[in-house]
Structures are given as structure tokens and as C-alpha cells.
């Protein structure tokens, strides 16, 4: 969820697979009232250089980390299906992670 407004954002830039599908392409550029997208950069390098500044910062052992905020977080709802096809939701998408929810059930 974005905390702030999109006038802070200064560069929007697309990562991974599904950046690459004209439609998240466009809707991405309305959400962001037309700004630019960033597409110079290899949406698959970016996910692996992602990864590999997340393992060093997780790491704190290696010093010439970039300045970077990455968040990992929940792609989907997570939550237990409570009568049918009713899902209570304990974590929302996009929330990040780690996380710990508890809620209570009874039966």
C-alpha cells in the first residue's frame, strides 16, 4: 500500500514478468498520472540485484550495501475459509513482511 502521495514517487520502474504485459504497463501509468515508466532496466536483472542487496543488508556483515528500502511483502490475502467459499482475511495483500496476526476461531 503506498503510504504516500504519488508526487513523492520520482521514478516508477517496472520489475519482474508481469511488468512486461501492455495493460500493467498502461494501468500503472494512469495510477501514477502519467509519469514515465522506467523500462531501460531488465525486469529479471532486477528482481536478481533485488535479491542479492536484500541477503546483504539481511546479512549486516557487508558494508558497501547500496541506500536502497526494499519491502517484501504479501502478494495475496492470506486468511482461513470460514463457511464455504468465505474467507476471513488475517493478512491483507500487500502487507509487509515479517509479520505475525493472530486471531481467535471457535467451533
Known sequence: MLRWTR???DDVVLVGGSSRIPKVQQLLQN???GKELCKSINPDEAVA????????????GIKN????????VTPLSLGRSIVGDIMNVV????????VKKKRIYYS
Do not use: E, H, M, W
Open 7 to 9: 508526487a513523492r514517487v
Open 65 to 72: 550495501v547500496p541506500k536502497l528500502v526494499l519491502q517484501d
Open 49 to 60: 540485484y533485488g535479491a542479492a542487496v536484500q541477503a546483504a543488508l539481511l546479512s549486516k
Open 31 to 33: 495510477f501514477f498520472k
Open 91 to 98: 493478512i491483507p495483500r500487500n502487507t509487509c513482511i515479517p
